[in-house]
């Protein structure tokens, strides 16, 4: 028996494991109290949650981690990405030649997914739009890169430039909430919820935002690990899934099975994906993303960035 920390998020499909009714084998976990409305870890951890772009950034400077196959947090950006309610633009194809806002910095997931998407589409690159963000990326970009970034000054807020005009359109997590306090703004796409649909079909991608990361001399110490972990996390999913199968009042919504056969029919039984078998083509499309847009300097095989947890 080996004793861990865990550091994570609180998610339905993380919670099972989270209140001890699952456990991996092998392993006694520490883990931290549960704090409601968390979606990230603690790097002091053995095991925690991070921004999957972020630490593969660190990654290929700094052989120190390895990540496992799971993903407790992934994020369609179609319904993310916000205009004024007077926009003219109604396509990421418009995005061409504007100032586009986004959260945090330019190398959040939902940016990066975003901007693949728009290149592999709509053939719109990086440096066709002038990037808005909170601040300056953990490394910093290429000297050659054409790409502009400018940061906000301290205390402005996105999505108020977003409704003074001042840039076009808006990335950010919060989307749903701005709807709600800004009756000026409005999402871009018009159908965003079928967009997703066929981005999905078409891809098979469900955008990752976060992966858990493990210290890279732990599962080389003690490899089994990673395999436990996955197990663990995969069986805490299928029993969160299972509670709101068996009970459609777990969640303060109304449509609850509504919702879950539509998921079912759009995005199969189980769209919260764990496991290289599974998700190996998502992350070698988003390591491509990351040499494109020159996060990264080189392209990284998922031997180099993932713990092998016995799958292939």
């Not at 436990?228 to 609850?256: C, D, I, P, Y």
């Amino acid at each position: 028996m080996i004793r861990l920390s865990l550091s994570c998020g609180v998610y339905d499909r993380t919670l099972p494991l989270l209140l001890g009714l699952v456990k991996p084998e092998g392993i006694e976990l520490e883990i931290d109290p549960i704090e409601l409305g968390r979606s990230m870890g603690s790097p002091k951890a053995d095991v925690y949650e991070g921004p999957i772009v972020g630490v593969m950034m660190r990654l290929a400077r700094q052989d120190d981690v390895r990540l496992l196959p799971i993903y407790p947090k992934r994020t369609f950006f179609q319904q993310l990405v916000l205009t004024r309610a007077d926009s003219p633009l109604h396509s990421f194809e418009e995005l061409r030649g504007k100032r586009v806002g986004v959260l945090n910095w330019y190398q959040h997931a939902m940016g990066v997914w975003l901007r693949g998407h728009v290149q592999e589409t709509y053939g719109v690159r990086p440096d066709q739009i002038t990037w808005v963000t909170d601040r300056p990326n953990a490394f910093p970009m290429p000297e050659t890169s054409r790409v502009r970034i400018e940061i906000i000054p301290s205390g402005s807020s996105l999505v108020e430039l977003l409704a003074q005009g001042q840039i076009d359109a808006l990335v950010h997590e919060q989307a749903h909430a701005f709807l709600r306090q800004y009756p000026g703004v409005r999402r871009l796409l018009p159908s965003h919820r079928d967009q997703q649909v066929a981005y999905f079909r078409e891809t098979g991608c469900f955008p990752i935002n976060h992966v858990l990361v493990v210290r890279k001399e732990l599962v080389t110490a003690e490899p089994w690990i990673a395999g436990s972990l996955l197990t663990a996390f995969e069986e805490s999913k299928s029993q969160a899934l299972g509670w709101m199968h068996r009970n459609n009042a777990m969640t303060s919504v109304a449509s609850m099975d509504d919702l879950l056969e539509d998921e079912e029919r759009q995005f199969g039984p189980d769209p919260f994906a764990f496991g290289l078998e599974r998700t190996g083509p998502e992350v070698e499309r988003l390591v491509r993303y990351l040499v494109e847009q020159e996060l990264i300097p080189a392209s990284l095989g998922l031997a180099e960035i993932f713990a092998d947890a016995g799958q292939s």
